[in-house]
Nanobody, 116 residues
Framework: QVQLVESGGGLVQPGGSLRLSCAAS????????MNWYRQAPGKERELVAAISSSSGSTNYADSVKGRFTISRDNAKNTVYLQMNSLKHEDTAVYYCNAVVYLISRWGKGTLVTVSS
């Protein structure tokens, strides 16, 4: 029932930009905080960005501060991750996440590859 579907990943050059989207369904989206995680090759999954239900509060990993922006459109049940000034080390599978009905929910991920 609860579904999170990421999109927008792809191949981008260093210094480029990409916007990821996560379409949510099956729960009261506007009542939940949303998160973006990523998992790079050979590394553990890490929290990249988080946003409160009302968009009043956001948090970012130190590695992406000033480059990434998380936002949401509650009317569209969608959360976004705008990624600018991309670096090779940003290459990862990016996952949308939310804790819904006491269970951590995950999308299937979208691959972002930063390469020249």
């Amino acid at each position: 029932q609860v579904q999170l579907v990421e999109s927008g990943g792809g191949l981008v050059q260093p210094g480029g930009s990409l916007r990821l989207s996560c379409a949510a369904s099956g729960f009261a989206f506007s009542s939940y905080a949303m998160n973006w995680y990523r998992q790079a090759p050979g590394k553990e999954r890490e929290l990249v960005a988080a946003i409160s239900s009302s968009s009043g509060s956001t948090n970012y990993a130190d590695s992406v501060k000033g480059r990434f922006t998380i936002s949401r459109d509650n009317a569209k049940n969608t959360v976004y991750l705008q990624m600018n000034s991309l670096k090779h080390e940003d290459t990862a599978v990016y996952y949308c996440n939310a804790v819904v009905y006491l269970i951590s929910r995950w999308g299937k991920g979208t691959l972002v590859t930063v390469s020249s």
